[in-house]
């Protein structure tokens, strides 16, 4: 079946990093814009970068600087590189993503991975 399939997550001390992947997996035919969300314990979810089908990004301010997202579409995965962690970026990582899954039907279906933890103890 189509999923998408997150990967990467685990737990690093403050200052450390992580890479993040996310693959739409199955009988895929097309992946649009892609996203990375998170979810503290107790806090919304809210959106940390999304990466676009034209290559463009957009992040989170918090985390400019520090946190690079890119995708490989021959592969139709995209990572996110998280660079010089902090503890508030702990929580539960989500990837969000529109997945074409049938041929010659191009509307976009509205895709969720189960989430991965992340965890930057101080």
């Known amino acids: 079946q189509v999923q998408l399939l997150e990967s990467g997550g685990g737990s690093v001390q403050a200052g450390g990093s992580l890479r993040l992947s996310c693959a739409a997996s199955?009988?895929?035919?097309?992946?649009?814009?892609m996203h990375w969300y998170r979810q503290a314990p107790g806090k919304q979810r809210e959106l940390v970068a999304s990466?676009?089908?034209?290559?463009?990004?957009n992040y989170l301010p918090s985390v400019m600087g520090r946190f690079t997202i890119s995708r490989d579409n021959a592969k139709n995965t995209m990572y996110l590189q998280m660079d010089s962690l902090k503890p508030e970026d702990t929580g539960v990582y989500t990837c969000?993503?529109?997945?074409?899954?049938?041929?010659?039907?191009?509307?976009?279906?509205?895709?969720w991975g189960r989430g991965i933890q992340v965890t930057v103890s101080s």
């Open positions: 199955g009988d895929v035919f097309g992946v649009e814009n």
């Open positions: 990466v676009f089908r034209d290559g463009g990004t």
């Open positions: 969000n993503a529109g997945l074409q899954i049938y041929y010659r039907d191009y509307h976009l279906y509205d895709y």
